[in-house]
């Protein structure tokens, strides 16, 4: 799974089911390598931490290394939802 790096709560991921837009060009199915072209990456999520389910939650977030995109997880106190 491609995704492009937004910010350290967001990524794009790479879609070729839709025409695809990219130096003023339409690309319609779009190849893993236009996607790579474009500065989309690996996504590698890491294995989910043990929390408390009854008053934790996991939030993802990202990291952007050379080669890949890595996904990981911070754990929440339910209370802070509020």
Aim: glycine letters at 2%; hydrophobic letters at 30%; zero cysteines.
């Amino acid at each position: 799974m491609l995704v492009k790096f937004i910010d350290k709560n967001n990524v794009e991921y790479a879609n070729n089911k839709q025409i695809w837009k990219y130096k003023d060009k339409q690309i319609i199915n779009p190849k893993e390598e236009n996607f790579i072209e474009a500065g989309y990456k690996p996504l590698e999520i890491e294995k989910e931490p043990n929390y408390d389910i009854e008053t934790e939650y996991l939030q993802p977030y990202y990291i952007e290394q050379e080669e890949k995109i890595i996904q990981k997880w911070e754990i929440k106190n339910i209370e802070e939802l509020d």
